[in-house]
Every structure is written in C-alpha cells, then in structure tokens.
DNA sequence: ATGGGACTAGATAGATTGTTCTAGTTATTT
DNA sequence: AAATAACTAGAACAATCTATCTAGTCCCAT
C-alpha cells in the first residue's frame, strides 16, 4: 500500500539534474536510471514514459518556487525588492551546484518539446505562471499601490525572461559570471525604476496606460 | 571548382530553422535533409558530421548580426537607443516566422551542448561576444561618454538575456505576447535609466565602481 | 570528346533510444 | 504460513539515430 523505497524520489531528482544539463532528449532514460542507481523495472513501475518523469519533475519544483521567496525563508530582510533578489541568490547557488530544483530554466526544454508533448507544455505554462505569480506579488508589496497591475505583470514577465537567459547562459558556458552580471545590472534597474514611474507610464506621449501598450506592441510589428 | 548548387546553403537554412524548433539532438540529420530537399549523399559531401552543421549555422549568424542594428538597415533613426529596439524587432518578425537566423536564442542549445561539443561551444561563445559587443556599442552612442565602460558591458549582457529569455517563452508557449511583454518592459527601463546614472553606481554606498561590482557579486554568494 | 572534380542518390551499417517482458525479491496483511 | 501487493532485475525488442558506402550524374577545362 504505502510506498516502500524512496527510488521514485532518486529518479526525479536524478531526471532533474540530467534534463538541465543535457537536455530531454540527450538525457536518456538508461542515464537516469544510472545515475539514480536503480533499474529500468523500477522506472517504469513508477513512471509510465519518460514524458511523465519530466511531469513529476515539474510538479514538484512548484512548491518549491512557492516557497523560495517566502518571508520564513529570509525573515530578516523586510524589503520585498531585496528579497527577491536574495531569493534568485539562492537560485544562483544551484545553478553553480548544477542542480536545477526550480526548474526556472526550463523553457529551454519547453522550446524542445512544445510541438510534440501537450501535456509537458501545459506543465511549463503552470510553472511560468508560478514563477510570474511569485515576482508580481513582491513587486506588488513595494510598489505600496502606486503602480498598476498590468506594469507591475510586465515587469515580473521582464524580470523572469533576464533570469532564464542569465541562468542559460551561466550554463552554457559554465561560467557563473554571466549570470551575476546580467543580474547585478537587473538588480539597479529594477531599484531605480519605481521614482520614474509616472514618466515611464506614458513615455511615449500616451496617456491611458491599456493603450500605451497597444502601440507600443504596435512599433514592434512596424519594423 | 566554384560551387554549383544551392544546397550547402538550403541544408544551414532548414537546420537553423529544425534546431531552434526541435533542439539538436530532436532535430535528426533526416528530419534536415528531407526540410532542405537535399539527400545524405549530399549532407556529408558538405559537411563532415552533423556537429560540422550547427558550426555553419552560427558562422552564418554572426555575419547577420552584426548587420542587423547598422545605420545603413535603419536609416531614419537616429537615436542609438531605438535603433537597438528597432532591431530587435526584427528579430520579433523572425521568431513569429519560426525562423533563427540570427542564432540568438541558442543558448538552449549551448546548455544542451557544450559537455560534449567544445567546438560548438566556442562557437556559441563567439556569437555571444558578437551579440554582447553590438548591443554595447549601440549603448555607448547613446551614453556619450558619460557612462562608464564597464556598467554598459553588463547593461548589454542583461539585455541579450532578456530578449533570449523572451524568445524562449516564446517560442514553448507559441506566443509572442511573452515576447512583446517583456521588451516592452526593457524599453522602458532601459530609456528611463541614463538619467539615474550616478545614482547607481553608487546604490549600495561604495563609490570606486569596480569595487562595488565586487561587493555586489559578494551579496548573491552570502545567500 | 574526354577526364576529373563537384555533387547526388539511396541502401545499409552499427550504435543508441524508449519501452516491454518475464522472473524474481521483499515486506506487509490476513 | 500463505497470499498479496510493492518493488527490483536485466535481457530483449523495435524504432530511430548518425554516418558510411558504392554507384552514379552533371558540368567544366583541357
């Protein structure tokens, strides 16, 4: 009844590890199952396809994004700028680690996959919109209601997109300079953003924000 | 002697095309052949191995790159700044084509690659540099001098990491509103920042700008 | 016109892939 | 003690992968 053994576990994480580093593809099953010291009955006792390891793996990287930014994590640190930053600090720790628990750098698999897995799409929209969720609402607690949503929504988005390229590019190169400077830049942008507000809003000589942004989308599609 | 047919160059363009869209180890050399109407005869006259391809496919980029944010391509504008967007636009049109010629969201593809392929990795390190240095030199037209050096290099890393970050989402969820969102984003905080320089050089109390570059990689490594 | 280099064609090899299958062990329940 | 369910073991299979091989066609220079 209950579960005996904890190899569902070993695989998942193993699955994690080798699918950041190599790619779904690259990263084949019999690597996993070596990695994890277990065999290829177990791996399909617990897991029909492969496809549903990588499920399980973003699964449960959610909770873990949930609570990477929470204030029991960094009690002392009351500004929601600077805990978001020491969150993605942590991020930065498993990066060097080549551990990818947070799946964040994933839309790499997701760009692989996309076409042809349905369902691991769906799985990587899920953590998108986790990791979104989770920056929004801290930018939210600095903002103290002075800037609206849908700015604070597209900034979250910004913020997310300059993280997975630093993190891809860290790995990449096996350098985690890359990611520290892109991020140490991020992190003077963002903190010096909030007194431009009102000038950003209407930069470009709009007025009503919702309209702003369709001509702005506009100026891309116009090159 | 002289080459006599188009098919090296229809066999770059359906594999830059299958590796962006599928990564390179789902993009199979049969997959490409049959894309580029060639045969295998053909593919390995050209190239000696598939790694040999990818090789091609950024030596190609690179040339586009450096064209993509001249004056010659956007004539009218004059504001180094725009110019820079303006071009990214352009690559917004690629994306919406499924099309990479410009190789730039391929970092996925270093992070799935560089283990096991030096050479690609180099190459990708170079096409990196290419990217980093066009986005700098734009950025320092714009500073007149009065920004140092080295906060326009990680200005300019921050930058490719988004729009790769971007592409990215883009592409896995087949929408370009992500895309859109948070260009959108770094167009604001990227024009708003000139004129809060000063400001953050010296946001955390240090004055000597390397020196505090120093101490800022400090904070991510003490969390 | 002919020799030679550039290129094409497609069958085939050899390795690797994800998955299945049968037979087993271990622990828990009755 | 026997039965049942949870789990493990690893050989084997079919499909797919990259790359090779031989035999050709086409075009230009001599």
Same mark, same amino acid.
């Given at each position: 009844m209950a579960e005996r053994s904890n190899t569902r576990e070993r695989l998942i994480r193993a699955a994690s590890e080798l699918f950041w580093a190599e790619g779904y593809n690259r990263a084949g099953?019999?690597?996993i199952i070596r990695r994890a010291e277990a065999t290829s009955g177990s791996f399909y006792h617990f897991f029909p396809t492969k496809e549903d390891l990588l499920l399980a793996v973003l699964a449960r990287a959610e909770? !873990?994004? *949930? !609570?990477l930014f929470s204030p029991t994590e960094f009690g002392k640190i009351i500004d929601p700028t600077e805990r978001l930053f020491a969150g993605l600090g942590v991020l930065r720790q498993e990066l060097g680690r080549g551990a990818a628990e947070f799946c964040f750098p994933m839309a790499a698999l997701s760009a692989e996959l996309s076409d042809t897995h349905p369902r691991i799409r769906d799985g990587m929209a899920s953590v998108l919109r986790v990791w979104v969720r989770a920056i929004q609402s801290l930018l939210e607690e600095g903002a103290n209601g002075i800037r609206n949503e849908r700015d %604070? *929504?597209?900034e979250a988005h910004l913020i997310f997109a300059a993280v997975e390229g630093a993190? %891809?590019?860290?790995q990449a190169f096996q350098n985690l300079d890359l990611f520290d400077e892109s991020l140490i830049r991020l992190h003077v942008l963002v903190r010096s953003q909030p007194d431009d507000a009102e000038f950003s809003e209407g930069f470009k000589g709009e007025f009503e924000p919702p309209v702003q942004q369709e001509n702005a989308t506009q100026d891309w599609r116009s090159w």
């Open positions: 099953v019999n690597a909770g !873990r994004i *949930k !609570r %604070l *929504k597209t993190a %891809l590019q860290a």
